[in-house]
């Protein structure tokens, strides 16, 4: 039974394409290569040596031929299986060592491993590459980085990294190119030893005559050709290494199991970045301002949500506002509230003569100053009918509210907030008691508000004082002026028939006004459901009792405070996606920074592409290496982007007052899109570099 070679070539050939030229480096070559040979290749610049090494290497494929390696034709293999056989059974040494920088030689001789279908432990693989190192003299140096090691040690460390997986053939590019004579023949020595005592087969690159001559065979091409083949001092080839046992778990990607080659992928991912701190840093940076922005502006914007559902929940759900709409006399309208058009006597009937209103209540409001000793503050003076602060959900902190007495009699008194109360007080006084001016009228304070905060717009709700309404129309705001003068004709407005057209005290000494007309009218549906209905029954109430014909505009408007909460809560909704959108620019900023930052890197680590790929790994694998750098880059300054994000919200909450809400929501979406935007900006450059051609990635200076 004949015994198969090694390597067989047949009329192999290869040609490349430059523009419009056809260059053959290789025509016609027939070679073979017994188990357990040490040939040497030698040839002048442009013989085509390296070509032959690159296809025996399984790194170029030919234009055509045959190419026999261990029996199975590998010219016609597609990629992945030809990267499954350079992890397994090639090991390649090259001139320039192509040793990865700032990594130890400890870490340089495990990387094939990562690519191999055999399943190892962390602990197994690591004493295989401690052993090859000793097996090459290095053991003491397993901690230093290339650059700690002389141009010799450099190329031992490459030859451990060649044999970690049992090779059945070494591949040796000009391994003594870049050495002095005498680390060339230690160099040599270990390529010879490693032939006769261990049985590797190796086939040495080489354009000189004495580092040839250490092989049992030299090759000699000239133009793509092999112009002779001669033997030297033939040596019976020793017995073939022990091939390892395989694991046939293998995972789709290089061969490596696939946590295995997850720990590669982000312990190379961790040291790309790592060589280059400041890029990186930089590179995250606009990942981080724009998760950051997006977190904080969103917070802001589900405050402001929030802060309308909580205003909304204090006023309670079944509450109507009725405004005035102001008429002149010429007829033509101003804006809603602008003038008074409505009386207490309206309030009164609207609870009277509608069954789906519970209960009503009026005010009067205007600004004006307060005093208290030597302190004084401009605030919101309301005056207000018994039930109003129980109708918008206005809490005593400290007193007693209104009562029916207090209106009755026009009692001098008042409840402050706390704005008013820090302002006049401090924090550390009783208020209750104390006399203060009210625009000059002089009331005791018998009440605390309890605090509201502000509203989504950053008005501040305890701000304000509250009077009793017939105080504040007879002894501290006077009257609220009607919308227009009443027509003596009209029976609605005049005096004997409008109780609201009496003449009241004026402690002011002004002339006798009209009194009874309020700014406002709060009502309160009997249910939820009865809001319609209330609705209904008000509009009616208030068309009759105004004398609104069908088809005029009345000059008032019923409005439900569901829908207004409702309206400012789409519009606090709207600002907020468009914050976030604003935000969301910086991310996909970022995003091109970070294809960007990748391209150059793609450009700068096109060796170690091809090393990568020389010793075993796929196109996949070198696409998932780049990804997995542009996701960490993404991530990582997505989450430090998060962190500061909900540490500016609270900030911002803190300083300016409004209100913010981190929603975990929010926390999820930008840490999801931060590693979208990783991916699909990364996706690009990792193609890219995946893409190279392992020989001339190898090649590249």
Same mark, same amino acid.
């Given at each position: 039974?004949?015994?198969? %070679?090694?390597?067989?070539?047949?009329?192999?050939?290869? +040609?490349?394409?430059?523009?419009?030229? #056809?260059?053959?480096?290789?025509?016609?070559?027939?070679?073979?290569?017994?188990?357990?040979?040490?040939?040497?290749?030698?040839?002048?610049?442009?013989?085509?040596?390296?070509?032959? &090494?690159?296809?025996?290497?399984?790194?170029?494929?030919? !234009?055509?031929?045959?190419?026999?390696?261990?029996?199975? *034709?590998?010219?016609? /293999? *597609?990629?992945?299986?030809?990267? @499954?056989?350079?992890?397994?059974?090639?090991?390649?040494?090259?001139?320039?060592?192509?040793?990865?920088?700032?990594?130890?030689?400890?870490?340089?001789?495990?990387?094939?491993?990562?690519?191999?279908?055999?399943?190892?432990?962390?602990?197994?693989?690591?004493?295989?590459?401690?052993?090859?190192? $000793?097996?090459?003299?290095?053991?003491? =140096?397993?901690?230093?980085?290339?650059?700690?090691?002389s141009g010799g040690q450099q190329q031992r460390v490459a030859i451990a990294r060649a044999l970690i997986n049992s090779p059945r053939v070494l591949l040796a590019d000009e391994p003594t190119g870049n050495l002095d004579t005498k680390t060339s023949v230690e160099i040599m020595n270990t390529l010879t030893a490693l032939n006769r005592d261990d049985g590797v087969t190796i086939v040495l690159v080489t354009h000189e005559p004495d580092i040839a001559a250490y092989? $049992? =065979?030299?090759?000699? &091409?000239?133009?793509?050709?092999?112009?002779s083949d001669e033997a030297t001092h033939p040596h019976p080839p020793a017995a073939p290494p022990a091939q390892r046992a395989t694991s046939a778990q293998s995972s789709p990607l290089g061969g490596a199991s696939a946590v295995r080659f997850a720990t590669m992928v982000a312990s190379a991912a961790v040291q790309a970045i790592g060589r280059n701190k400041l890029r990186s840093a930089l590179t995250m940076l606009g990942i981080f301002i724009g998760v950051a922005?997006?977190?904080? &502006?969103?917070?802001?914007?589900?405050?402001?949500?929030?802060?309308?559902?909580?205003?909304?929940?204090?006023?309670? !759900?079944?509450?109507?506002?009725?405004?005035?709409?102001?008429?002149?006399?010429?007829?033509?309208?101003?804006?809603?509230?602008?003038?008074?058009?409505?009386?207490? $006597?309206?309030?009164?009937?609207?609870? =009277?003569?509608?069954?789906?209103?519970?209960?009503?209540?009026?005010?009067?409001?205007? +600004?004006?100053?307060?005093?208290?000793?030597?302190?004084?503050?401009? !605030?919101?003076?309301?005056?207000?009918?018994? #039930?109003?602060?129980?109708?918008?959900?206005?809490?005593?902190?400290?007193?007693?509210?209104?009562?029916?007495? #207090?209106?009755?009699? !026009?009692? /001098?008194?008042?409840?402050?907030?706390?704005?008013?109360?820090?302002?006049?007080?401090?924090?550390?006084?009783?208020?209750?008691?104390?006399?203060?001016?009210?625009?000059?009228?002089?009331?005791?304070?018998?009440?605390?508000?309890?605090? @509201?905060?502000?509203? %989504?717009?950053?008005?501040?709700?305890?701000?304000?004082?509250?009077?009793?309404?017939?105080?504040?129309?007879?002894?501290?705001?006077?009257?609220?002026?009607?919308?227009?003068?009443?027509?003596?004709?009209?029976?609605?407005?005049?005096?004997?028939?409008?109780?609201?057209?009496?003449?009241?005290?004026?402690?002011?000494?002004?002339?006798?006004?009209?009194?009874?007309?309020?700014?406002?009218?709060?009502?309160?549906?009997?249910?939820?459901?009865?809001?319609? %209905?209330?609705?209904?029954?008000?509009?009616?109430?208030?068309?009759?009792?105004?004398?609104?014909?069908?088809?005029?505009?009345?000059?008032?408007?019923? =409005?439900?405070?569901?829908?207004?909460?409702?309206?400012?809560?789409?519009?606090?909704?709207? &600002? +907020?996606?468009?914050?976030?959108?604003?935000?969301?620019?910086?991310l996909l900023v970022g995003g091109i920074g970070i294809m960007n930052i990748l391209l150059v890197s793609v450009t700068e680590r096109t060796r170690e592409i091809g090393l990568r790929m020389a010793i075993g790994a796929r196109r996949a694998d070198v696409l998932m290496q780049f990804l997995a750098e542009a996701i960490f880059l993404s991530v990582t300054g997505g989450l430090a982007g998060i962190i500061f994000g909900v540490g500016m919200s609270k900030v911002?909450?803190?300083?300016?007052?409004?209100?913010?809400?981190?929603?975990?929501?929010?926390?999820?979406?930008?840490?999801?899109?931060?590693?979208?935007?990783?991916?699909?900006?990364?996706?690009?450059?990792?193609?890219?570099?995946?893409?190279? #051609?392992?020989?001339?990635?190898?090649?590249?200076?």
């Amino acid at each position: 039974m004949a015994v198969v %070679p090694l390597i067989e070539v047949r009329d192999l050939r290869r +040609t490349y394409h430059v523009g419009d030229i #056809d260059i053959e480096a290789l025509r016609g070559v027939n070679l073979t290569i017994a188990r357990g040979e040490f040939i040497a290749i030698v040839g002048a610049s442009g013989s085509g040596k390296s070509t032959l &090494m690159a296809i025996l290497g399984c790194l170029d494929k030919p !234009t055509s031929g045959e190419y026999w390696f261990g029996g199975v *034709d590998v010219a016609r /293999l *597609d990629e992945p299986s030809l990267a @499954k056989i350079r992890s397994e059974r090639i090991g390649f040494v090259f001139q320039n060592f192509n040793l990865l920088g700032r990594t130890t030689a400890l870490e340089n001789v495990l990387l094939p491993l990562f690519y191999s279908s055999t399943d190892t432990g962390s602990a197994e693989r690591t004493a295989r590459a401690r052993a090859a190192l $000793d097996r090459v003299g290095l053991g003491q =140096r397993v901690g230093n980085t290339p650059a700690q090691l002389s141009g010799g040690q450099q190329q031992r460390v490459a030859i451990a990294r060649a044999l970690i997986n049992s090779p059945r053939v070494l591949l040796a590019d000009e391994p003594t190119g870049n050495l002095d004579t005498k680390t060339s023949v230690e160099i040599m020595n270990t390529l010879t030893a490693l032939n006769r005592d261990d049985g590797v087969t190796i086939v040495l690159v080489t354009h000189e005559p004495d580092i040839a001559a250490y092989a $049992d =065979r030299v090759v000699t &091409m000239r133009d793509g050709e092999i112009v002779s083949d001669e033997a030297t001092h033939p040596h019976p080839p020793a017995a073939p290494p022990a091939q390892r046992a395989t694991s046939a778990q293998s995972s789709p990607l290089g061969g490596a199991s696939a946590v295995r080659f997850a720990t590669m992928v982000a312990s190379a991912a961790v040291q790309a970045i790592g060589r280059n701190k400041l890029r990186s840093a930089l590179t995250m940076l606009g990942i981080f301002i724009g998760v950051a922005a997006l977190i904080t &502006m969103v917070a802001v914007g589900e405050g402001a949500n929030e802060a309308v559902k909580k205003q909304l929940q204090s006023l309670g !759900t079944n509450l109507l506002v009725v405004q005035p709409g102001a008429t002149t006399t010429t007829g033509v309208r101003a804006g809603f509230g602008s003038a008074s058009s409505l009386t207490v $006597d309206d309030a009164e009937a609207m609870k =009277r003569d509608n069954p789906a209103v519970a209960d009503v209540s009026y005010v009067n409001r205007q +600004t004006g100053q307060v005093q208290y000793a030597d302190k004084n503050w401009t !605030t919101n003076i309301q005056g207000v009918s018994p #039930d109003y602060p129980r109708m918008t959900n206005w809490e005593i902190a400290l007193g007693r509210g209104f009562t029916a007495q #207090d209106e009755n009699s !026009t009692a /001098l008194v008042v409840i402050i907030g706390q704005t008013v109360y820090r302002e006049l007080f401090g924090m550390d006084q009783n208020p209750l008691g104390a006399t203060i001016l009210v625009k000059g009228a002089p009331l005791r304070v018998i009440g605390l508000l309890a605090p @509201k905060g502000q509203t %989504p717009w950053g008005q501040d709700q305890d701000d304000l004082v509250l009077i009793p309404f017939s105080t504040a129309e007879q002894k501290v705001l006077g009257v609220a002026a009607p919308t227009a003068p009443p027509a003596a004709s009209s029976s609605i407005y005049a005096s004997t028939a409008n109780p609201n057209y009496a003449e009241s005290p004026n402690p002011f000494g002004l002339s006798p006004r009209l009194t009874g007309y309020a700014r406002l009218i709060y009502v309160q549906a009997a249910s939820d459901n009865a809001v319609d %209905p209330a609705i209904e029954q008000v509009t009616d109430t208030l068309n009759r009792r105004h004398h609104v014909k069908p088809g005029e505009t009345p000059d008032f408007s019923v =409005r439900n405070l569901s829908e207004i909460a409702s309206a400012a809560e789409g519009s606090s909704r709207i &600002m +907020t996606l468009l914050l976030a959108a604003v935000a969301s620019i910086s991310l996909l900023v970022g995003g091109i920074g970070i294809m960007n930052i990748l391209l150059v890197s793609v450009t700068e680590r096109t060796r170690e592409i091809g090393l990568r790929m020389a010793i075993g790994a796929r196109r996949a694998d070198v696409l998932m290496q780049f990804l997995a750098e542009a996701i960490f880059l993404s991530v990582t300054g997505g989450l430090a982007g998060i962190i500061f994000g909900v540490g500016m919200s609270k900030v911002v909450s803190a300083i300016a007052g409004w209100p913010t809400v981190v929603s975990l929501l929010s926390i999820a979406g930008a840490f999801v899109f931060s590693a979208a935007v990783g991916i699909f900006f990364g996706y690009y450059p990792a193609r890219k570099g995946s893409q190279l #051609d392992p020989i001339e990635a190898v090649r590249y200076e």
